[in-house]
């Protein structure tokens, strides 16, 4: 059982290139969250979808797009890069019958020059 | 809007001494809490959780976190820290099942000999 999976692991970007993050969870959760973790600022929320066909903004999501794909993969796309956006991206589940409590991924540390 | 603050940015205790992680929370209802620990290069792990009931509640490693609603707090405490224990913790509060959970800064733990 992998639970949260996302690819890929580093990525060094130059600026206004563009990636697409990938994550996907095989737990059957409903619900998938990106943030994003800066030193001292914490898990910062960018987009979350709460259900397959449905995406909100979070906190962060100004150079951002995601895609709910289906059930288990929800992506997340830098149409242009920016060094701002330097930092480790967490994907993260969750089932409302587990109350929020959340699985994470490993984590992509992107750096853009 | 749901807030957490945990208050200290770095900690540093002794092999064997006991440790008080604070987290105070800002929510109208009775919160969801998490403790979250983060391994340097990892993902985030579930500590331990609060939803109701008794409010001192056992987590995994030896962890232990009391839920006092007359403080809005939901601190982390371990009898005897280890040297595996230093990594970075994250308080998180939730509202339900289908929302984000929103986090602290967190604590980044250091342990010496």
């Known amino acids: 059982n992998a639970g949260v999976t996302q690819t890929p692991k580093f990525q060094v970007l130059k600026t206004g290139q563009s990636m697409t993050l990938q994550c996907a969870q095989d737990m059957n959760h409903n619900s998938m969250y990106w943030y994003r973790q800066d030193p001292g600022m914490g898990l910062r929320l960018i987009y979350y979808s709460a259900s397959e066909g449905t995406t909100d903004k979070g906190e962060v999501p100004n150079g951002y797009n995601v895609s709910r794909l289906n059930k288990r993969e929800f992506s997340l796309r830098l149409e242009s890069a920016a060094p701002s956006q330097t930092s480790v991206y967490f994907c993260a589940s969750s089932q409302p019958t587990r109350r929020g409590e959340a699985f994470f991924g490993q984590g992509t540390r992107l750096t853009v020059v | 809007a749901q807030s957490v603050t945990q208050p200290d940015i770095h900690i540093t205790v002794s092999e064997g001494a006991s440790l008080e992680l604070r987290c105070n929370y800002s929510y109208g209802a009775t919160p969801y809490l998490f403790w979250y620990v983060q391994s340097p290069g990892q993902g985030l792990q579930l500590l331990l959780k609060?939803?109701?009931?008794?409010?001192l509640v056992q987590g995994i490693k030896g962890f232990e976190a009391e839920f006092k609603r007359s403080q809005s707090s939901f601190n982390l405490r371990k009898p005897s820290v280890h040297w595996s224990d230093a990594a970075e913790y994250f308080c998180a509060v939730g509202d339900s099942g289908n929302t984000p959970l929103v986090f602290g800064k967190g604590t980044r733990l250091s342990v010496i000999a």
């Open positions: 609060y939803f109701s009931g008794d409010t």
